[in-house]
């Protein structure tokens, strides 16, 4: 017989329990709530987000007595659920009675289940599928009752201490919050008492056959015929007929598979497996059931050169991470049809693989996953404390994720730990004995596929993985130097990915001070590294601001209900409420129009780090990947490429070209900003990791504003899997008129013309300054170097007594003194320690160590245009123009009206949170105090961002303000230090 299915998803009664008061006769006295299944309760009532405990779900269905006779089984909702008709009703032996399975995709945490008052099963597990016989329980011919009760362990030990909540596989949900309840579908099935209950697929591509695994749900009290129907890409169908012995629930079966097409990114094939289980070896006998799956032909591996290596050719792997979190359902994936829609956006962005964090998804994501050519690198959800009962339930769950998922073959890594939550591989020689134990059981479980043992970051470490990957975090512009020194060492294998001996808290905290040091150090013994695992970079990322009012538009012109959370992390700045307010408070809109403009440059700036940090990958062919933070938004951590709601962020159509299998890699260059007249040289190479035939290529090049300015570079062919040296981009930067934003646009052409790949690099160009009128005084007291430096721009130098301004690195009280009484300060702000006086509620305070530092939640700084700094055309963001110049420190102390006027450039982290100064002016007395922490005097002459921002420092301080202040100057007295 064919299998029968009503579907029971849709709408279902809901009564939450949060005294554990109610039972199963009790319900009938309650006033129940509609809710959506599958979908979890925290996703559905506005009152239950951050609900706990134990919630009953209820609905009726009817088993239609027609239905043998090709009626119509009806769902819980009333519509008819798409059950297949039996071809031939009076085919059905009438001694043999069909059972009646019930099935649950995943309910989280704890279900008890009872059909028509009768208890029927209980599941433990929040991610994986079960499934319980209800054959004496279900009345065929009327209308039934099912009901769940589920238990969603919070982390209140004492509330159901049996499912502590630190010892359960839970993921992200101590991140964005809890989820409980029916999140996957839910179905009735009538099958045969004898029928299929495991059918997995290993293909062998050098052998050009498939495994088949059949399982079935009674041994056999006789042999049994079964046909396998394998139909390949084309539609081809192959049939192949065996006997199954008798007494065996288990059979192995080798089904050959001729000149296999191969399953890739690039052509995704897909074969059908149809399995016909009959009632005797007799062709004609009755089909006891069907079963099919699609797998495809494909293998995955590494190489003793460290690379990856998908069908045998090597592979760059270009990833992001996906949480898999969803607007309407959160935990529950949206449609097919839009599963595929965010799959084909992350192709178009270039990616090639998204690594599913710490959870398993519904196995809808694997299928769309397996259709379009999107490999998957997944994990196993995270507990908190490594106990015997966290380890049982980790094992399980990894080992039933396994099992349910073996037929994908877009899934090529398997994840046991990440960042080594609930372990610590660092101290505990217990843990990593038991991550390496994890791993080589896992590993015999499944040979055909990669895992990783932890997935580290700083502070933790591998103990035996097939991936040397690991975690890093950097904000950009501001720490470039510090990612390109990381990634050179990362990229030399250094010892400090896998784990050490502890040997003292005194040589812990050697560490802490210098992780990156390659100094070698003592291998903790359970560490098994083998010196030519690939390398990948598997997170790092910065944050783009979503724009709220597509936000708002998804979420039905409301604010998102998880505006309201992230308050507890990174001191505040993750959450998003209120950011409206903070906008127009803090006067941002002085620097961008709308805060959807702000949004955009956020944005912008996010996508100018990745494209830094990529590239500096690809400069080290020892690095075979990276995993990008993240494909889409999570509620508040905004690092995604795509928002929530999936909606391209400004990037979309153009990081597709840094993420390529051959990319166009801009290398050593120190500055991007440049005056008229200077010689730009941009050396240029290809990380070549494609299969495309690459012999006598050309790369041409032009400046799209002055597309006169062009070349081209030949005569190279660039080596597979290496970093080639392509030459030099040499030009001399035309005359200008003002200062303006250029693109170097580059492309690679193959032999016949046909594009390989493109890039571009941003340049800056400016006009040079005139000189300073000479009606300006400056005095620099005890400043040599920068004495020299201001010298050189033209400015005149004097005695304080005579100067329109002082220029001062240390501000003293004797400095106030001079600004109380009519003096003009410009104070060059670059270190705490710079500050030697009492300014009131002003003070200078360092990043490092605070959320300013904003290598997490990113931060983003800003400059106004409207009083100065016009002549930097970066759209009011601080982005690698400012290359070397970015501050260390930051101004604090003032209130949002002092950012309506008096606030020139400033940084904020997050949802626009923790907002500080970076260049600020303040009356003091008869005088003025401006405050810029821009690193610029070492800069000065040379940088034209540093030299313009000194101009306009020194012009508006010393002239105070007024309307026009390069040419008017303040009548005052002269005043002298004391």
């Not at 506005?46 to 405990?53: Q, V």
């Not at 090597?314 to 979190?325: M, T, W």
């Not at 190479?685 to 495309?692: N, Q, V």
């Amino acid at each position: 017989m064919n299998r029968h299915r009503i579907s029971l998803n849709g709408e279902w009664e809901f009564f939450p329990d949060p005294k554990q008061i109610l039972s199963l006769e009790s319900l009938d006295e309650q006033i129940a709530r509609k809710i959506r299944v599958p979908g979890p309760w925290q996703a559905q009532f506005d009152d239950l987000r951050d609900y706990t405990g134990v919630a009953w779900y209820r609905c009726r269905f009817g088993v239609a007595a027609e239905r043998r006779n090709g009626g119509t089984a009806v769902g819980s909702s009333g519509v008819p659920a798409q059950v297949p008709e039996v071809s031939d009703p009076t085919a059905i032996p009438p001694g043999r009675r069909n059972v009646y399975i019930l099935h649950f995709g995943a309910v989280d945490y704890f279900a008890t289940i009872w059909l028509n008052g009768q208890q029927v099963g209980e599941h433990e597990g929040g991610y994986l599928p079960f499934e319980l016989d209800v054959t004496a329980a279900v009345q065929p011919d009327s209308s039934n009752e099912l009901v769940v009760r589920v238990i969603d362990p919070g982390n209140d030990a004492d509330f159901l201490p049996e499912f502590t909540f630190a010892e359960i596989p839970h993921g992200k949900q101590s991140w964005y919050g809890p989820i409980g309840g029916i999140w996957q579908s839910v179905f009735l099935e009538e099958r045969s008492p004898t029928h299929i209950i495991r059918l997995r697929v290993t293909p062998d591509v050098p052998g050009e056959h498939i495994r088949v695994d059949l399982g079935l749900s009674l041994p056999t009290d006789r042999p049994l015929g079964l046909w396998i129907h394998v139909t390949d890409p084309r539609g081809q169908v192959r049939r192949h007929r065996f006997v199954l012995g008798n007494g065996r629930e288990a059979h192995d079966l080798v089904v050959p598979i001729p000149e296999p097409m191969l399953w890739d990114t690039t052509v995704p094939n897909l074969y059908q497996l149809q399995v016909v289980l009959l009632d005797s070896t007799d062709d004609r006998a009755e089909p006891l059931d069907e079963f099919d799956t699609r797998f495809g032909m494909r293998t995955i591996a590494t190489s003793s050169t460290g690379h990856l290596l998908l069908n045998g050719r090597i592979l760059y792997l270009r990833g992001a991470l996906d949480q898999d979190y969803y607007p309407d359902l959160i935990y529950t994936p949206f449609s097919d049809a839009e599963l595929e829609d965010q799959f084909a956006k992350a192709k178009h962005m270039g990616l090639n693989c998204l690594r599913t964090h710490i959870k398993i998804t519904d196995p809808r994501y694997y299928d769309a996953a397996d259709r379009v050519g999107l490999l998957i690198w997944t994990e196993l959800p995270n507990w908190q404390e490594l106990t015997d009962a966290s380890k049982r339930r980790a094992k399980e769950t990894l080992f039933g994720m396994v099992e349910r998922d073996w037929n994908h073959p877009s899934i090529i890594i398997w994840t046991i730990v990440n960042e080594n939550w609930g372990v610590d591989l660092a101290v505990n020689a217990g843990h990593r004995a038991w991550l390496a134990d994890m791993y080589s059981e896992l590993k015999a479980l499944d040979p055909h596929r990669l895992v990783v043992g932890n997935s580290p970051c700083f502070t933790n470490f591998h103990v035996v993985t097939d991936i040397e990957d690991f975690h890093n975090y950097y904000a950009m512009p501001d720490h470039y130097k510090k990612w390109k020194e990381w990634v050179q060492t990362f990229a030399s294998r250094p010892p400090w990915t896998f784990a050490h001996v502890y040997e003292s808290i005194e040589s812990w905290r050697e560490y802490i001070r210098d992780p990156w040091n390659p100094t070698p150090r003592q291998p903790a013994p359970e560490v098994r590294r083998r010196g030519s695992e690939p390398m990948v970079v598997s997170e790092f990322g910065n944050w783009g601001l979503p724009d709220v009012a597509n936000l708002r538009e998804c979420y039905g012109g409301r604010e998102p209900w998880w505006f309201e959370t992230g308050i507890e992390w990174g001191d505040g700045v993750v959450y998003p409420h209120g950011i409206e307010q903070r906008f127009k408070a803090f006067h941002l809109d002085k620097v961008f129009p709308t805060l959807s403009d702000l949004s955009a440059a956020s944005q912008r700036m996010q996508f100018t780090a990745l494209k830094y940090q990529i590239e500096q990958m690809r400069r080290h062919p020892t690095i075979v990947g990276y995993v990008i933070t993240e494909f889409t938004d999570v509620h508040w951590e905004s690092n995604g490429l795509l928002d929530i709601c999936r909606n391209p962020k400004a990037f979309y159509d153009v990081i597709g070209q840094v993420n390529s299998a051959d990319a166009i890699v801009p290398t050593d260059w120190e500055r991007i900003a440049y005056w008229e007249g200077e010689r730009c040289e941009v050396k240029l190479a290809l990380s070549h990791f494609s299969s495309a035939d690459l012999r006598n290529p050309r790369l041409e090049w032009h400046l799209d504003q002055w597309p006169e300015i062009k070349g081209t570079l030949e005569g190279v062919t660039p080596e597979r899997a290496q970093l080639t040296n392509m030459g030099t981009v040499v030009f001399e930067v035309p005359r200008l008129e003002r200062s303006t934003r250029a693109r170097l646009e580059m492309r690679l052409l193959n032999a016949a013309g046909e594009l390989v790949t493109r890039n571009h690099h941003e340049l800056y160009f400016f006009p040079r300054l005139d000189a300073p009128s000479r009606d300006l005084r400056i005095a620099v007291p005890g400043l040599p170097r920068l004495s020299a430096r201001l010298a050189a721009m033209g400015y005149e130098l004097v005695d304080d007594s005579e100067a329109d301004l002082v220029v001062v690195e240390r501000m003293t009280d004797e400095l106030r003194w001079y600004a109380q009484n009519g003096g003009r300060v410009l104070w060059l702000a670059e270190n705490p320690e710079s500050q030697q006086a009492h300014l009131g509620p002003i003070s200078i305070a360092q990043r490092h160590g605070r959320s300013w530092q904003g290598d997490w939640a990113s931060s983003m700084s800003w400059i106004r245009h409207d009083r100065m700094f016009e002549d930097i055309p970066t759209g009011g963001t601080v982005d690698f123009a400012f290359a070397d110049l970015t501050p260390e420190t930051v101004i604090v102390g003032l209130s949002p009206r002092d950012f309506a006027a008096n606030v020139h450039s400033g940084l904020f982290v997050g949802w626009v949170h923790h907002v500080v100064a970076l260049v600020a002016e303040r009356p003091i007395d008869r005088g003025r105090l401006m405050i810029c922490t821009f690193a610029l005097r070492d800069h000065l002459g040379t940088h034209p961002v540093a030299t313009i921002m000194m101009r306009d420092l020194i012009a508006r301080t010393a002239r105070g303000g007024v309307a026009d202040e390069r040419t008017h100057l303040v009548s005052r007295p002269p005043v002298a230090l004391p």
